[in-house]
């Protein structure tokens, strides 16, 4: 089993909110870590977003709107990039990471259509 | 504006070898922890390693995948990265990035900036 799962795919109209998930496996604690996401859009590199441990423990990308933000669902044992008013230019691969056993390990990556 | 341009990516037969730098501007390089993630084609981010700063003794962490096979360096005098790959498969294949980690407060966080990338195509 993966380290951290996402749903390859994920559709939403304008101006609706998207909640993409980034579930850690099994038996890794949530609490303990910072969840990384980043936008990649086709031909360019990925942009760090923002990161998420806690509401004390944050940080929001440069020059990233407010728009975009993390959360936890511990019931799901997951990570949560919420993106409200949904805009075209949002559609993009979103990835999360974060840093395990010595590594920093990425999630397979969801591809948000606004549609 | 943080700059990262890497270079030095091309066609390598498998077995080979290939070098690739990554040039930094506009920060404190030598703060940083600095690392190489990599996609191949239609793919998702695999990370590759990276080297931490010289506070950090310039430890090197490698994914398992490349270890052993490639190596990463810095030359902080001119701000600079390098991955040194040799023994090249064609599962390497892929676009390597060049990325900073971020550093605040004596404190070390993931990526923040990353470059453009460059294409390293191993085929025969």
């Known amino acids: 089993q993966a380290v951290l799962t996402q749903p390859s795919s994920l559709s939403a109209s304008p101006g609706a909110s998207a909640s993409l998930t980034c579930t850690l496996r099994?038996?890794?604690?949530?609490?303990?870590?910072?969840i990384y996401w980043y936008q990649q859009k086709p031909g360019s590199p990925p942009q760090y977003l923002l990161r998420?441990?806690?509401?004390?423990?944050?940080?929001?990308g440069s020059g990233v709107p407010s728009r975009f933000s993390g959360s936890k669902d511990a019931s799901a044992n997951a990570g949560i990039l919420l993106i409200s008013g949904l805009q075209s230019e949002d559609e993009a691969d979103y990835y999360c990471?974060?840093?395990?056993?010595?590594?920093?390990?990425f999630g397979g990556g969801t591809k948000l259509t606004v549609l | 504006e943080v700059q990262l341009v890497e270079s030095g990516g091309g066609l390598v037969q498998p077995g080979g070898s290939l070098r690739l730098s990554c040039a930094a501007s506009?920060?404190?390089?030598?703060?940083?922890?600095m690392g190489w993630v990599r996609q191949a084609p239609g793919q998702g981010l695999e990370w590759v390693g990276h080297?931490?700063?010289?506070?950090?003794?310039?430890?090197?962490v490698y994914a398992a995948s490349v270890k052993g096979r490639f190596t990463i360096s810095r030359d902080d005098s001119k701000n600079s990265l390098y991955l040194q790959m040799n023994g090249l498969q064609t599962e390497d294949t892929a676009v390597y990035y060049c990325?900073?980690?971020?550093?605040?407060?004596?404190?070390?966080?993931?990526?923040?900036?990353w470059g453009q990338g460059t294409l390293v195509t191993v085929s025969s």
């Open positions: 990325a900073r980690e971020d550093t605040r407060s004596g404190n070390y966080y993931g990526v923040d900036y």
């Open positions: 506009a920060f404190t390089f030598s703060d940083h922890y």
């Open positions: 080297i931490r700063n010289k506070a950090n003794s310039y430890t090197t």
């Open positions: 099994s038996g890794i604690n949530l609490d303990t870590y910072r």
């Open positions: 998420y441990k806690s509401d004390s423990d944050k940080h929001q």
């Open positions: 990471m974060i840093w395990h056993s010595s590594s920093w390990v």
